[in-house]
T-cell receptor, first 117, second 116 residues
Framework: NAGVTQTPKFQVLKTGQSMTLQCAQDMNHNSMYWYRQDPGMGLRLIYYSASEGTTDKGEVPNGYNVSRLNKREFSLRLESAAPSQTSVYFC????????????????FGQGTRLTVV | GDSVTQMEGPVTLSEEAFLTINCTYTATGYPSLFWYVQYPGEGLQLLLKATKADDKGSNKGFEATYRKETTSFHLEKGSVQVSDSAVYFCALSEWGSNFGNEKLTFGTGTRLTIIP
C-alpha cells in the first residue's frame, strides 16, 4: 500500500540550479496537489490538478512549474532555485472528480525537505 | 476567496487536560471541513471531517461540529494524552465546485505539546 510517494526526501541545491520533485499515487485519484510548508505559514498551495491534463495555480505559484504527466504522476519543477524556496514540499492526492466532490480525504506523501543555499 | 483562520499556537497542556483548538472559515459556497494531524517527520493525515451544517466528525476521542451560523469547526478532546502531541491543521474544500476547482485550503496549523 504505497499511497503517495515523493522523491527525493532531502535535497540541497545551489542558487540558480534546477530540479524536479516527483510525486506518484496509486489510488486512482483524479486530484493532485503541491504544497509548501514553512514555519508559521502552515501549508500553502503551489499548484493543483483536478484531473489528468489540467493544472491550476494556487496561492504561491511563482518560481514553480508543474506537469501532470498522467493520472498517477504530478511533478513540480524549480527552474532556477532561490533561497526563498527553502521549504518542506508535500504532494497530496484525493479522489475528488471534476464536478464537485469536495468532501473526500486527501492523502499526503512524506515530504521533501529542500534547502537552497 | 476561501480561507481558514486557526488558533495561534503553540499550545502546551498537561496530560488528561481538556483541549480546544479554534477554527473559523470563510467560504462562498458550502464547504466540507476537515481536521488533519501531522506527527513529527511525517506527512498530514486525516483526523476527522464534516460535510454539512451540524454534522459532528469524531475520531480517536477528538470531535468537531460544523457550525454554519458561526462559521466555525473547533476541535475538542476531553482528556489528552502525550501521544496527541502533534501539529493540527483545519482545512476546507468547497462542495459543489465547478470542474477544475478542487482546492483544499489549510489553516496555519497549531502545534500541541502534552506534558506528562
Amino acid at each position: 500500500n504505497a499511497g503517495v510517494t515523493q522523491t527525493p526526501k532531502f535535497q540541497v541545491l545551489k542558487t540558480g540550479q534546477s530540479m524536479t520533485l516527483q510525486c506518484a499515487q496509486d489510488m486512482n485519484h483524479n486530484s493532485m496537489y503541491w504544497y509548501r510548508q514553512d514555519p508559521g505559514m502552515g501549508l500553502r498551495l503551489i499548484y493543483y490538478s483536478a484531473s489528468e491534463g489540467t493544472t491550476d495555480k494556487g496561492e504561491v505559484p511563482n518560481g514553480y512549474n508543474v506537469s501532470r504527466l498522467n493520472k498517477r504522476e504530478f511533478s513540480l519543477r524549480l527552474e532556477s532555485a532561490a533561497p526563498s524556496q527553502t521549504s518542506v514540499y508535500f504532494c497530496a492526492s484525493r479522489g475528488g472528480r471534476g464536478g464537485g466532490t469536495g468532501n473526500t480525504e486527501a492523502f499526503f506523501g512524506q515530504g521533501t525537505r529542500l534547502t537552497v543555499v | 476567496g476561501d480561507s481558514v483562520t486557526q488558533m495561534e499556537g503553540p499550545v502546551t497542556l498537561s496530560e488528561e487536560a481538556f483541549l480546544t483548538i479554534n477554527c473559523t472559515y470563510t467560504a462562498t459556497g458550502y464547504p466540507s471541513l476537515f481536521w488533519y494531524v501531522q506527527y513529527p517527520g511525517e506527512g498530514l493525515q486525516l483526523l476527522l471531517k464534516a460535510t454539512k451544517a451540524d454534522d459532528k466528525g469524531s475520531n480517536k476521542g477528538f470531535e468537531a461540529t460544523y457550525r454554519k451560523e458561526t462559521t466555525s469547526f473547533h476541535l475538542e478532546k476531553g482528556s489528552v494524552q502525550v501521544s496527541d502531541s502533534a501539529v493540527y491543521f483545519c482545512a476546507l474544500s468547497e462542495w459543489g465546485s465547478n470542474f477544475g476547482n478542487e482546492k483544499l485550503t489549510f489553516g496555519t496549523g497549531t502545534r500541541l505539546t502534552i506534558i506528562p
